[in-house]
């Protein structure tokens, strides 16, 4: 048997090397939240004792710890002093509009069901399934209002950019937010539309998370929560003026996504719009990167979940009648889907 390798070509081991490694990459982004170090940095450049206080470590210690994050491009070094590089600075702040910290605290919880991936190719059985309402409620209520902040953004660009048709004065803005979480994505549209109200339908647990991230915003009395599983809440018929399916349809199978979108496509009133906002493959399946990743994360997180490319949930919507299908790429690296239903003549 030959080799598909030239005898010329060296090929460099370090590649395997840091695939073995890459997960002390995360360990120290998440040993160095936990500490609060990015946070401790936010007031100004320290030296190493003085950060070895703060947090309560020693000197010697908090400075092998430096250096790492400064292999990681988090913090910078001049002098005896040590500061936040403008990327740490922006997303790993706690208080900021695009902290990431809890984000990085989640992956403890998604690593063990990753170290268990060949086990769930062997088996077809995945480590859990938030497919699952049970599951899917005790994983994501303790989650939901740290994504407020990773997703509202992406949100408010899509809300600035999508005209949508505004009833008259007679009567509100009637919006849907189904496995609406924190609802960061309606309370995009309710700050944007002040007419908005708004039907939030998640978990038991869930709402209770949600429903204090939308006091806090002080948007409370313009939503209405509804405690239950989005595949079987009672949703009026041509009621609602726009409806949001964000980030939910990716953990279940085909067949259940179908049957929820008809649902919610048969809940537009004439004219309305349905927004899905997910991960989504390109057409031909080879990427993004993070959507292969994704992928294999609702392998094995899911019993039937997968990514799909929007070109498979734009048809599903036009066989359910909807029209003016498109993809809105402004919103963040995914693109969003928007559909309406069209208007009787």
Not at 141 to 147: H, I, N, W
Not at 309 to 324: F, K, P, Q, R
Request: hydrophobic share 45%; net charge negative; charged share 20%.
């Amino acid at each position: 048997m030959t080799s598909s390798v030239s005898s010329s070509e060296v090929l460099d081991p370090r590649i395997i090397l840091d695939m073995n490694y890459a997960f002390a990459r995360t360990a120290m982004l998440v040993a160095a939240i936990r500490l609060r170090l990015f946070t401790h940095l936010a007031d100004g450049p320290a030296t190493a004792p003085d950060l070895a206080i703060r947090v309560g470590t020693t000197s010697a210690s908090i400075a092998r710890f430096l250096a790492g994050l400064q292999s990681l491009n988090l913090i910078e070094r001049r002098g005896e002093l040590y500061e936040l590089t403008p990327l740490a600075h922006k997303f790993l702040v706690e208080g900021k509009p695009g902290y990431l910290g809890a984000d990085a605290l989640a992956m403890l919880d998604y690593l063990p069901a990753w170290f268990e991936l060949d086990q769930t190719l062997l088996t077809d059985v995945p480590y859990r399934d938030l497919g699952d309402a049970a599951c899917a409620e005790a994983f994501f209520a303790p989650r939901v209002r740290d994504l407020f902040a990773q997703i509202h953004p992406a949100a408010t660009r899509t809300a600035a950019e999508l005209t949508l048709a505004v009833p008259d004065e007679n009567r509100p803005l009637r919006v849907l937010d189904i496995g609406a979480g924190s609802a960061p994505w309606s309370a995009a549209f309710a700050l944007r539309y002040p007419s908005a109200l708004v039907t939030a339908v998640d978990l038991p647990a869930v709402v209770e998370q949600g429903r204090q991230q939308i006091e806090d915003l002080g948007l409370g009395e313009r939503y209405t929560w509804l405690a239950a599983d989005m595949e079987a809440a009672e949703i009026a018929v041509e009621n609602y003026d726009l409806v949001i399916v964000a980030h939910v349809c990716r953990f279940i199978s085909d067949q259940r996504v179908q049957s929820l979108l008809r649902r919610v496509a048969n809940s537009l009133c004439l004219g309305g719009t349905l927004i899905i906002a997910d991960i989504f493959y390109s057409d031909d399946r080879t990427g993004p990167p993070a959507a292969i990743t994704l992928d294999l994360s609702m392998l094995v997180n899911t019993a039937q979940g997968r990514i799909r490319t929007c070109a498979e949930v734009s048809a599903w919507l036009s066989d359910m009648g909807l029209h003016d299908i498109h993809n809105l790429h402004s919103a963040g690296p995914f693109p969003v889907i928007i559909a309406r239903k069209e208007e009787r003549i």
